[in-house]
Structure formats: structure tokens, C-alpha cells
């Protein structure tokens, strides 16, 4: 189990999983509390946007995909639906709907278009550099800085979202300003890593199995923290061994690890049914 151990960029690998993971799953508790799941499909796809049209024009990389990300996150802070009729997660969809769009359009102009759009989808964890994964935990860790210290703001903000009080947040909050700058710079840097797809799953899957396991915040927290760890180190000992994609592999487990939570929150139900 330990033998991919024996790989540098196995190692290397897991760490960037393990810190991406993370945070992204701790954000995600406040991503699935908000009701807007979409979010992370949204600004994952806008990074995307940003990179295929980098590649598109030649130059910007980095800056491009990032000034992309963090205008989206901008403009999606100051979204607050009144009208009952519309949802919030219904105009974030139509943001991910449109920046998939004009991906695909831009990548398909580039000379290896179907590789691309793959990579874009599901990342190539397997060849970062340690170089990459000190970025991204230098910028990570600021983040959680930033959360733990104002842990009670964010997550009094997110629970007026719960409890159907968004109204109250008005055109723009600060907090609420900050959330999505925070969770912008996370995906643009998650995304370069792993894709689209398993960043999404990060965010979700480990915040909505926690949830379905406990009820405390803190606990919930600190289930979603465990879950992304796991599914880190099994995802990437079932790619090693048999040979499968590491992105795709990570989601499976993590989709594994859910079916797991979703049956045992069945059973713990029938059981103080019939109590």
C-alpha cells in the first residue's frame, strides 16, 4: 500500500492532493450550507476560460487565468436574488454553462484540442513540482489563516444563508466580499493542479458526507478534513496500482466514501425509527 511511497512525484502528488483537499473541503461546508454548489463548477470552468484563452492568444499564463477567476468571484459576491422565483444557484449555472462554452470554442482552436479539454477537466496531478505545491501552500495556508482567525464571521454569514436570510446581507457585504475572493484564489490555484472536475468534488463530496455523519459545525469540519485525506491517499494508491487516471481516481473514491456516508445516515435512520 505504501510502495508508491518509493516514487518522488507519487509523493509529490499526494501533498498537493492533501493540500488542495483540504481547505477546498472545508470551504465546501460553507458552499453546501450557502446552497450554491454550482460555485465551484462556475469558477473552476472561468479559471479554465483563462487558461484556454492564454493559450489562445500566447501569453499570460498566470495572470490571465487568475484575473479571470477573481472577476468572476467579484461579480458573483454581489448576487443577492429577491425574487423569490430565481434561485442563486440558477445564475451561477448560467455562468458555468457560458464559460464551458467559450472553453471548448477556444481550446478547440488549439492543436491538441481533445487532450486539452481532459486536462482541463481532470488536471495532470501526477506531474506537478514541488515548486507548484509550495505556491499553492504559502497561498493556501494565508487563506486558512484568514478563516481561522475570522472563523465566527464566516460562518455567521453562512448560516443567514441557511436559515433563509440572505436578504439580509444587502448589495455587499464584506464578508461575504472576502468568501468569494478566498474561494477564487483556491480554485484558480486547485484547478492548475487537478482539473475541474476533482476540485468540484473536493468541495462537495467530503462537506456533504460529513454533513450526512454529524451535525456539529466543528465536527462536520473536521469529518470533511479526514474524508478529503482519505480519498487523497486511496485515489492515488488505486491509480498507482492499476494503472488509472489519478484525477479520475480520487473522484471515484470520493464518490465511494459518499455512497458509504449516504447508507450509513439510511440505516442510523431506520434504526431511531424503530427506538
Do not use: C
Amino acid at each position: 500500500m505504501f510502495d508508491m511511497f518509493q516514487l518522488p512525484f507519487m509523493v509529490q502528488a499526494l501533498a498537493a492532493a492533501i493540500i488542495t483537499g483540504v481547505l477546498l473541503s472545508y470551504l465546501g461546508v460553507h458552499v453546501v450550507g450557502r446552497g450554491i454548489v454550482f460555485v465551484d463548477l462556475a469558477l473552476g470552468q472561468i479559471s479554465s476560460l483563462g487558461v484556454a484563452f492564454a493559450a489562445f492568444i500566447g501569453f499570460g499564463l498566470t495572470t490571465i487565468p487568475l484575473v479571470f477567476t477573481l472577476t468572476g468571484a467579484l461579480l458573483m459576491s454581489f448576487l443577492n436574488i429577491r425574487d423569490k422565483r430565481l434561485k442563486q444557484e440558477a445564475i451561477i449555472g448560467i455562468f458555468y454553462a457560458f464559460a464551458s462554452a467559450l472553453t471548448v470554442l477556444l481550446i478547440s482552436k488549439t492543436p491538441h484540442g481533445d487532450s486539452d479539454i481532459q486536462e482541463v477537466l481532470f488536471g495532470n496531478i501526477l506531474s506537478v513540482s514541488w515548486g507548484q505545491i509550495t505556491t499553492i501552500g504559502i497561498v493556501f495556508g494565508i487563506i486558512a489563516l484568514v478563516h481561522l482567525v475570522f472563523f465566527r464571521k464566516f460562518f455567521t454569514l453562512t448560516e443567514s444563508f441557511e436559515n433563509g436570510e440572505n436578504h439580509q446581507v444587502g448589495f455587499f457585504n464584506f464578508w461575504n466580499f472576502l468568501f468569494y475572493i478566498s474561494i477564487g484564489l483556491v480554485i484558480v490555484f486547485a484547478v492548475k493542479v487537478n482539473g475541474v472536475i476533482p476540485v468540484f468534488s473536493f468541495l462537495i463530496i467530503p462537506a456533504v458526507s460529513a454533513i450526512m455523519i454529524a451535525k456539529n459545525k466543528v465536527s462536520v469540519i473536521i469529518i470533511a478534513v479526514i474524508i478529503s485525506i482519505l480519498a487523497s491517499f486511496f485515489g492515488l494508491n488505486f491509480s498507482f496500482h492499476y494503472d488509472f487516471p489519478a484525477g479520475s481516481s480520487i473522484v471515484a473514491v470520493l464518490g465511494g466514501i459518499f455512497i458509504l456516508a449516504a447508507l450509513y445516515k439510511i440505516i442510523k435512520d431506520l434504526i431511531f425509527r424503530k427506538v
